[in-house]
């Protein structure tokens, strides 16, 4: 557990002094460096509180707010502990220093992996124990009683004879007192602000208009840039005229960056037409020939070797080889974009010897350290501002930093403020995306129709290979992430085998939500169920069974069947599958119910999904992550799908890239576990589920098996009449 430090009285009394009699706490983390507040620093290092004289409480959160409610749930771990009025909470983004590095992952600021929560949870309580503490001991000198004979509540301390002193009217006499080592966490299980449903803190905004998101920056004098950008990946500039550009209205200058050609105009509109009036020359290099197709067959051959081994229980290869009967099943999944409605963009004034940058991002230390490399600066002389997140899902923490270096050379390039915007075409073209997959699975079942014997063999690209975090991810030429929610199946199989073939190409690839889980929770839980129709039981119970060990598995797998009505009847044509899966220290089953129109196409007609994520901080953030989730990964099975044709994307906007809308979108109903388990993320694990549940939804409703994503209509089809052939 986190020491909370000791600050000397003189320390507390300049910060005080900054904040007109305030409090400011700051908290040690084993991963931070302790530090003195500077006079004239409002945020002291490792400060994560604020208490006003006027009884105001703002937080200052390291984590960014891209609509997952880190913005509410962190605030609601301090307000907890520091008992204070909720209505007297406010928020502000944390600056990039290492105080706010992230708790676990090292000497990084960083949002992801579902860890928000997570990892926050001891040092934000501790924070808001810590100040209460002080609070209380502050009005027991007043009063000259013991601390013990006070209480805080709602942002009030009452004595032993009901006197009352405000927070606010003690913020400046706490700030006196040493910060208590090891502050008293509320031990009961009483909560006054944990587990309830309150409004988010950055809703006003929004509605309102006044929230600024990266595409918001504006200041006066400011240019904004677009990027011409190579039509293939990694194909090499060779030439540009930029003669008709620079005639047209308001284009200021054309430059080349490592990008591309990047038109530098008074607005988007004349940067983007300029852009078009380019002629641009360009080396297409030894990617040209990609194509999906050619990608799908290689990778179907390679499923056919032996790869590395991730997993290994049993002799699995021995016993498949003496099975004559066995079960085989190819699941392929393609590149997805992460498509997040707002645009990337950055802005960049560089100014002499001090540089500010402005964006939505979700890898701030590694951003400014880019910043400053193309600057030529220290990082501590790059001003690094969080905006709102307009939609992230990891494309806004990228380790090569794109979005952000392309602002920074194009701004270095003119010296003015630019605010360079990839739009929906430029990142859907030329951007990050989910690696495309293929999952061979084996499996031969015992004489009661239980797994016997399982292989699982993976092919895809590493997303960590090559960047900072390859070191940590990929151990004997493992990617953890390539084999998450495979080499940890939770189901009761003696003799298993999981493997993997890491392929590499041109095709620069990223984490996407849930990362791994969204390929390997697809393969899985549809082979599942595959073996359960095989051995002519029924799929929920055939899990049920062979999660014995598992009860956190079981016990949300049983939540859902028994909300969902399992075994109920349905409408003629209508079908229902189930799912359950583990990611990012959370559990979900979900169950949907899908039937299929005169046109082949899915229409999901209702999801029930149950989330065991241990502790909760906001039932409301838990139900819309769950529900985003679910649409986000819908999305992703019935539409999803970046396809390449001599190098080049297909795919530009959401018109060939669609997303479920409202017209198409299920009704969901959330049901939430009461746990007293440390906490899990909800940010991810609600997509990894939903691909099967419905993939094996249509299998009930139909008797087709369809095996690739997304389920497209032609491909339904197809197995339709597979099922024909074979009946």
Not at 117 to 124: G, I, S
Not at 217 to 222: A, D, E, L, N
Not at 377 to 388: G, H
Not at 572 to 597: C, M
Request: proline share 7%.
């Amino acid at each position: 557990m986190s020491d909370i430090r000791k600050l000397s009285r003189r320390d507390f009394l300049k910060t005080g002094a900054l904040l007109g009699g305030g409090l400011v706490l700051a908290c040690h983390i084993p991963l931070g460096r302790q530090a003195l507040a500077a006079e004239g620093d409002l945020f002291a290092p490792n400060a994560y509180l604020r208490v006003g004289s006027d009884g105001s409480v703002t937080v200052i959160v390291n984590k960014s707010e891209m609509g997952q409610g880190v913005y509410t749930s962190l605030p609601m771990l301090v307000a907890e502990e520091l008992a204070c009025d909720w209505k007297s909470v406010r928020v502000e983004a944390s600056p990039v220093a290492p105080p706010y590095n992230h708790a676990t992952f090292g000497p990084i600021m960083v949002t992801g992996g579902s860890t928000s929560v997570r990892t926050e949870w001891t040092r934000l309580s501790m924070a808001g124990a810590a100040a209460r503490e002080m609070l209380v001991m502050a009005a027991a000198r007043e009063w000259k009683v013991e601390p013990s004979a006070c209480h805080a509540m709602n942002g009030v301390v009452t004595g032993p004879d009901g006197r009352k002193l405000t927070y606010g009217s003690l913020a400046a006499r706490a700030a006196r007192l040493p910060v208590p080592k090891e502050p008293r966490l509320n031990a009961t299980r009483t909560h006054s602000i944990l587990g309830r449903p309150l409004h988010r803190l950055d809703s006003p905004a929004k509605v309102a208009g006044t929230a600024v998101f990266g595409i918001d920056v504006h200041i006066p004098g400011m240019l904004t840039a677009v990027i011409a950008r190579p039509p293939v990946f990694g194909a090499q500039l060779v030439s540009f005229d930029a003669t008709k550009a620079l005639a047209l209205p308001g284009v200021v200058r054309v430059v080349a960056v490592d990008a591309g050609v990047a038109v530098v105009a008074n607005g988007f509109w004349p940067a983007s037409k300029g852009r078009d009036l380019l002629e641009v020359q360009w080396n297409e290099g030894r990617w040209s020939h990609l194509s999906s197709d050619t990608m799908r067959a290689e990778y179907a051959r390679l499923s056919t070797t032996p790869g590395l081994t991730a997993r290994k229980e049993g002799d699995p290869l021995d016993v498949l080889a003496k099975t004559p009967h066995r079960f085989e099943a190819l699941y392929e999944l393609p590149y997805l974009a992460h498509a997040p409605m707002e645009p990337l963009n950055c802005f960049v004034d560089p100014r002499p010897g001090h540089w500010i940058v402005r964006t939505g991002s979700q890898f701030q230390t590694v951003d400014r350290a880019a910043v400053a490399k193309v600057a030529g600066l220290p990082p501590e002389q790059v001003d690094f501002e969080t905006t709102f997140l307009g939609g992230g899902f990891g494309r806004r923490g990228c380790p090569a930093s794109d979005f952000v270096v392309e602002a920074a050379q194009v701004a270095k390039a003119v010296g003015r403020p630019v605010k360079t915007i990839r739009t929906r075409e430029d990142d859907m073209r030329a951007g990050f995306y989910r690696p495309c997959w293929t999952n061979r699975l084996t499996a031969t079942l015992d004489p009661k129709g239980n797994p016997h014997t399982w292989h699982h063999t993976i092919v895809g690209q590493s997303i960590t290979a090559g960047t900072a975090f390859e070191s940590a991810m990929v151990k004997n030429g493992i990617d953890n992430t390539s084999v998450e929610g495979a080499a940890t199946i939770p189901y009761r199989i003696p003799h298993l085998l999981v493997d993997l073939h890491t392929t590499k190409n041109g095709v620069p690839v990223l984490w996407w939500r849930s990362v791994g889980h969204s390929n390997t929770a697809f393969a899985v839980e549809c082979f599942m169920d595959e073996l359960a129709h095989g051995a002519g039981k029924d799929p929920y119970r055939y899990r049920r069974a062979l999660l014995a060990a598992h009860p956190r598995h079981r016990r949300v797998l049983e939540m859902a069947a028994k909300k969902a009505g399992w075994g109920t009847k349905l409408p003629p044509g209508t079908g229902r599958g189930i799912a359950v899966h583990e990611s990012f220290g959370s559990f979900v089953a979900q169950v949907a119910e899908v039937s299929l129109d005169r046109n082949n196409t899915i229409k999901v007609h209702r999801v029930v999904c149950v989330i065991d994520c241990g502790r909760i901080v906001n039932p409301d953030t838990i139900a819309a992550q769950m529900e985003s989730g679910i649409v986000f990964g819908l999305s992703a099975a019935l539409y999803g799908e970046i396809t390449l044709k001599n190098g080049r994307v297909q795919q530009g906007n959401f018109d060939t890239y669609p997303s479920v809308r409202m017209t198409a979108a299920p009704r969901i109903e959330v049901h939430i576990v009461r746990s007293d388990e440390p906490p899990g993320g909800v940010g991810e694990p609600g997509t990894p589920p939903i691909a099967p549940a419905v993939a094996n939804a249509l299998y009930a409703a139909t008797g087709a098996r369809v095996r690739s994503l997304p389920m497209l209509p032609e491909k339904i089809k197809a197995a339709l009449a597979a099922r024909k052939e074979t009946a």
